[in-house]
Nanobody
């Protein structure tokens, strides 16, 4: 079982920055991802980190490349999502998710992820 708790959401003006954090507990995961969902829209994969031994890889959705950055604090089992140059189009509920991959890596499709947090709201005003 894996438990995830998101934090760091809030309101910010366009052009601003926010850092989201995802605290992960449990030991059966090697993929952690951020998704977002705006009202009336489908859930969108934002970024993910995949760990296999000493290998760590990152992937980002096209809409956030160059603006969002993932990082992890291993000793705190926390994954951070640094978001910069925010625009109103980034307004959404942001969810952290985790899963275990047997070696094929993990993508940004929501159906690949088993465990989900409750979400944290990000609102960007123009």
């Amino acid at each position: 079982q894996v438990h995830l708790v998101e934090s760091g959401g809030g309101s910010v003006q366009a052009g601003g920055s926010l850092r989201l954090s995802c605290a992960v507990s449990g030991d059966t995961y090697n993929c952690v991802a951020w998704f977002r969902q705006a009202p009336g829209k489908e859930r969108e994969g934002v970024a993910r980190i995949y760990t296999r031994g000493v290998l760590i890889s990152f992937a980002y959705g096209d809409s956030v490349k160059g603006r969002f950055t993932l990082s992890e604090e291993n000793d705190k089992n926390t994954v951070h999502l640094q978001m910069t140059s925010l625009s109103p189009e980034d307004t959404a509920m942001y969810y952290c998710a985790a899963s275990w991959s047997d070696g094929g890596g993990c993508g940004l499709q929501s159906d690949l992820y088993t465990y989900w947090g409750e979400g944290t709201q990000v609102t960007v005003s123009s």
